[in-house]
């Protein structure tokens, strides 16, 4: 409905400099009949023309960037309800196998298999270890999401490996931004991943720490290199090296810019046969 707005609006300002760039030719031509806008008689009639136009002019400008940061959000707010609802998924599926667990050590012990049950509840605490303690980290929302892809990436024979150096307590990105920036980055992680070379570890990386006065995080994968030509490209809006579904690539990494950019952080990325690295880092604000 007010995209529509939107264009009602557009229309109506351009009809009204077409109007009056009539009115400006009309006054050219006929200002010996109707002098009413003839400089030497009414230069006052010209100055506000001249700012009618500028009005029409800066009105058009606002309407275009409000529609642009319009569908910024409405791309982000896609994203964060597709990790929603990965997250929700992953947690039905942790809770049939808890279930499921819960009824093994229960007939074990019906059985009167003691040892056979701690074994077997040990076998499952050591399965499930590396990924409960991502959730360490002072940010819930953050904890659930790198959960999450961990879970996903594991799912998919991607060892998931991690370094948290940072509590990030004071660490003040929204929400839906945060979610936004490191979900795009973990997916294109576990995509590079799948498609390493034959012979090459499927693996992926977060690390967390401070340094210099500011929050970084990496994102590395053992994926394919991307070669340093590409690099300086796959920032850009609709870029993707992929031939399936192209339409619905290239949009995860311009938003990761977009975001980063809007709360005064800096990304960067390094490429090379050992892997690639998506670097981010954000100021540590006094709170």
């Not at 400099?17 to 200002?31: D, E, G, P």
């Not at 009618?52 to 940061?69: C, D, E, K, N």
Request: hydrophobic share 45%; net charge neutral; glycine share 4%.
């Amino acid at each position: 409905m007010k995209s529509r707005n939107f264009t009602w609006i557009i229309i109506t300002l351009v009809l009204l400099q077409a109007l009056l760039i009539i009115i400006l030719n009309l006054s050219h031509y006929a200002r010996e009949t109707f002098p009413i806008f003839y400089p030497e008689k009414n230069p006052t009639s010209y100055f506000m023309i001249s700012f009618l136009f500028l009005l029409t002019y800066v009105g058009i400008i606002y309407i275009l960037f409000s529609a642009a940061r319009r569908e910024m959000q409405l791309l982000q707010q896609e994203l964060y309800i597709e990790n929603l609802k990965e997250s929700l998924k992953n947690l039905r599926a942790q809770r049939h196998d808890f279930i499921s667990h819960l009824q093994t050590v229960y007939g074990l012990l019906q059985m009167e298999m003691a040892d056979a049950a701690l074994e077997y509840i040990t076998s499952v605490c050591n399965e499930v270890r590396q990924p409960t303690r991502i959730i360490e980290v002072n940010q819930p929302v953050l904890a659930a999401l790198f959960q999450t892809k961990a879970a996903a990436a594991e799912a998919r024979g991607i060892s998931f490996q991690y370094e948290i150096n940072s509590d990030l307590k004071g660490f003040l990105l929204p929400q839906t931004d945060a979610t936004s920036i490191f979900g795009n980055l973990l997916d294109n992680a576990i995509e590079a991943a799948l498609a390493a070379l034959p012979g090459v570890e499927k693996r992926i990386w977060l690390r967390i720490f401070n340094a210099d006065n500011y929050y970084c995080f990496e994102v590395g994968n053992t994926g394919p290199a991307i070669p340093l030509e590409l690099q300086k490209k796959i920032f850009e809006r609709g870029f993707t090296t992929k031939k399936v579904d192209e339409e619905n690539h290239g949009q995860g990494l311009h938003i990761v810019q977009k975001l980063v950019a809007a709360h005064n952080g800096q990304i960067k990325v390094y490429s090379s046969d050992q892997g690639t690295v998506f670097t981010v880092r954000f100021p540590v604000l006094s709170t």
